[in-house]
């Protein structure tokens, strides 16, 4: 079976809706909270896959689109690229206020990514299962978010006291800036090798960059 062939019967089944439709920065809100914050890389950027071709995505974790692509295209990425070391998978934080909650969803997750991670040996500790688990939820409030660092064995006060103190903001800065200058203009984006996918919710798409990279 081709490849492409077989990322369509990879997602036979399930209600695929294929659109450029997505949270747009130019139609969100101002992201009060990262007003005048500077930006500094924190933490390593999560990354699944050892492979030569990058594939960076630009996401805000209240985003519908983001949920979508979540569900839909990252399953297949992961059998069929990453698992096999094709791929870099590298996650960006690009919050657009698709959500009120969405700066500090973000902010949440880096701070699971901070208690676990172990250096160059694991960059990204439990962060993808945090991020999965939070994008699940139908409740974002700072006490929920807390909580849910409960399912990745991190004492929910580590998630209460990043929200507090807006621990992770320059780490998700540096994310937005770093976008920019790519050119995202909305989320999810996905880059692979440096290009734009112009169908992010299609897998077939993602798919033909990959291998044309």
């Not at 989320?187 to 993602?206: K, N, Q």
Request: contains cysteine; glycine residues 8%; negative net charge.
């Amino acid at each position: 079976m081709h490849r492409r062939s077989f990322l369509s019967s990879a997602v036979a089944g399930t209600a695929v809706t294929v659109s450029l439709a997505g949270c747009s920065a130019l139609q969100m809100g101002g992201l009060e909270e990262l007003e005048g914050v500077d930006p500094e890389r924190q933490l390593p950027v999560p990354t699944l896959g050892d492979g030569a071709v990058t594939v960076e995505v630009y996401e805000d974790l209240g985003c519908p689109a983001c949920h979508q692509f979540q569900a839909e295209v990252v399953p297949v990425l992961a059998e069929e690229y990453v698992e096999s070391d094709e791929i870099s998978y590298r996650h960006y934080d690009f919050p657009v206020d698709a959500a009120d909650e969405s700066v500090r969803m973000a902010n949440a997750a880096r701070a699971v990514q901070s208690e676990t991670h172990e250096g160059e040996g694991d960059p990204n500790g439990q962060f993808f299962d945090y991020k999965s688990a939070v994008m699940a939820s139908d409740d974002w409030s700072d006490d929920a978010l807390a909580e849910l660092a409960s399912v990745v064995d991190v004492d929910p006060d580590v998630v209460s006291s990043a929200l507090e103190d807006g621990a992770y903001y320059p780490t998700i800065v540096a994310d937005r800036d770093r976008g920019e200058e790519t050119g995202v203009g909305g989320t999810p984006t996905v880059v692979v090798d440096g290009s734009i996918v112009d169908e992010p919710l299609d897998p077939d798409a993602v798919a033909s960059h990959v291998e044309e990279a």
